[in-house]
Nanobody, 123 residues
């Protein structure tokens, strides 16, 4: 079956950096657009970043532009999220997602979701 397993979340101070990784299995990775969503306590799940299937086109939420970078390695079937200049408002559970096809979308219409990894940014 398809599995998306996130790692890298932890407690970090404001201004620090983290790198989240998502290891996938059970799918033809190069056929899927990949992304990251997050959900903070009491808030709706929101789009963070996405990367297209083959062209490498990326898209970001306005709140993370210039601070976060998404990348993928089709040979290793992994997607990563480099997060710099972290803020307390970045605290959330971060989810890796996969959607069949080329394009990145900002809605929650992704087919596969990981279990999430907790990122906590202290002030």
């Amino acid at each position: 079956q398809v599995q998306l397993i996130e790692s890298g979340g932890r407690l970090v101070q404001a201004g620090g950096s983290l790198r989240l990784s998502c290891t996938t299995s059970g799918l033809t990775f190069s056929s899927y657009a990949m992304g990251w969503f997050r959900q903070a306590p009491g808030k709706e799940r929101e789009f963070v970043a996405g990367i297209s299937r083959s062209t490498g086109t990326t898209d970001y939420a306005d709140s993370v532009k210039g601070r976060f970078t998404i990348s993928r390695d089709n040979a290793k079937s992994t997607v990563s999220l480099q997060m710099n200049s972290l803020k307390p408002e970045d605290t959330a559970v971060y989810y890796c997602v996969a959607r069949f096809g080329e394009a990145v979308v900002k809605t929650t219409t992704y087919t596969y979701w990981g279990q999430g990894t907790q990122v906590t940014v202290s002030s």
